[in-house]
Nanobody, 127 residues
Framework: QVQLVQSGGGLVQAGGSLRLSCAAS????????MGWFRQAPGKEREIVAG????????YYADSVKARFTISRDNAKNTVDLQMNSLKPEDTAVYYCAASLYSNFINLLTTREKYNYWGQGTQVTVSS
């Protein structure tokens, strides 16, 4: 089992940057593929980015490609999401998540593939 604690987020103007971090407990962090999801009011939770167990493979939703970067540090049990060139439509609650389902990160694009979730953090981008 793993517990995920998120930090970062907040309010930023359009075009700005934010960094989200997710710290995992336990000694098996490298056994999990990791993802970041977001959920805007009235919308479904959607995948933003994912990273494989070793960090050598990543996935990005089309809406964030070239703006967001996911990274992980298995020595520190952390996974980060660097968000640049933020847009008002990026406003949402962001969640990190851990998956035992597969190491093929392109398969891990829906919430039911993830076993554990962080508490969520609000990101608000003003226009």
């Amino acid at each position: 089992q793993v517990q995920l604690v998120q930090s970062g987020g907040g309010l930023v103007q359009a075009g700005g940057s934010l960094r989200l971090s997710c710290a995992a407990s336990g000694r098996t962090f490298s056994s999990y593929s990791m993802g970041w999801f977001r959920q805007a009011p009235g919308k479904e939770r959607e995948i933003v980015a994912g990273v494989s167990r070793s960090g050598d493979s990543t996935y990005y939703a089309d809406s964030v490609k070239a703006r967001f970067t996911i990274s992980r540090d298995n020595a520190k049990n952390t996974v980060d999401l660097q968000m640049n060139s933020l847009k008002p439509e990026d406003t949402a609650v962001y969640y990190c998540a851990a998956s035992l389902y597969s190491n093929f990160i392109n398969l891990l694009t829906t919430r039911e593939k993830y076993n554990y979730w962080g508490q969520g953090t609000q990101v608000t981008v003003s226009s």
